[in-house]
T-cell receptor
């Protein structure tokens, strides 16, 4: 299957910016997504970017896509303790309805 | 409100027993998916279904079975052949194939443990 890689852990201080990174190997993806998972819950869709875009901003969230390097990032401005969760990147493939998820990054926000 | 309902939230299995996890959606989505989540391993695809009465194996289908008799329902059976079933199971759905932004929507998960 597709390889989608993320760092496992990230710690930031409250009020700082968080940057969560994701790399993937297949260039035929159409849309790329960021999901948030709180303990014991399902995945909640945060934001997405179409594969022909470089950047998308949505309130405190900024998504950057470098298609040449197959690198996706999620920046959370003014990180709050409520942002502590696991964050998954995912790509939807061009053919069929397959999705590939990264391994997830556990974000800890230190008060 | 539209959404995906998984039940039960917690489930316990005895040795040699089959158990069935329920997943129901009222989003009118064609595609449904089952994932297994283990700590530090992200989501692994067990089975998916693009349409009623059709489904395909994912990366880790061994020891699992599914059915898709109705559009809104996609139950997962964990059979006794699955030797390490303890995990968090997530069901998801998405609209049919086609263009446009069609993300997956997730239920709240079922945690399965061995007695």
């Amino acid at each position: 299957g597709e390889d989608v890689e993320q760092s496992l852990f990230l710690s930031v201080r409250e009020g700082d910016s968080s940057v969560i990174n994701c790399t993937y190997t297949d260039s035929s993806s159409t849309y790329l997504y960021w999901y948030k998972q709180e303990p014991g819950a399902g995945l909640q869709l945060l934001t997405y970017i179409f594969s022909n875009m470089d950047m998308k901003q949505d309130q405190r969230l900024t998504v950057l896509l470098n298609k040449k390097d197959k690198h996706l990032s999620l920046r959370i401005a003014d990180t709050q303790t409520g942002d502590s969760a696991i964050y998954f990147c995912a790509e939807r493939m061009n053919t069929g309805n397959q999705f590939y998820f990264g391994t997830g990054t556990s974000l800890t926000v230190i008060p | 409100d539209g959404g995906i309902t998984q039940s039960p939230k917690y489930l316990f299995r005895k040795e040699g027993q089959n158990v069935t996890l329920s997943c129901e959606q009222n989003l009118n989505h064609d595609a449904m998916y089952w994932y297994r989540q283990d700590p530090g391993q992200g989501l692994r695809l067990i089975y998916y279904s693009q349409i009623v009465n059709d489904f395909q194996k994912g990366d880790i289908a061994e020891g699992y079975s599914v059915s898709r008799e109705k559009k809104e329902s996609f139950p997962l059976t964990v059979t006794s052949a699955q030797k390490n079933p303890t995990a968090f199971y997530l069901c998801a759905s998405s609209p049919s194939t086609g263009g446009g932004n069609q993300p997956q929507h997730f239920g709240d998960g079922t945690r399965l443990s061995i007695l």
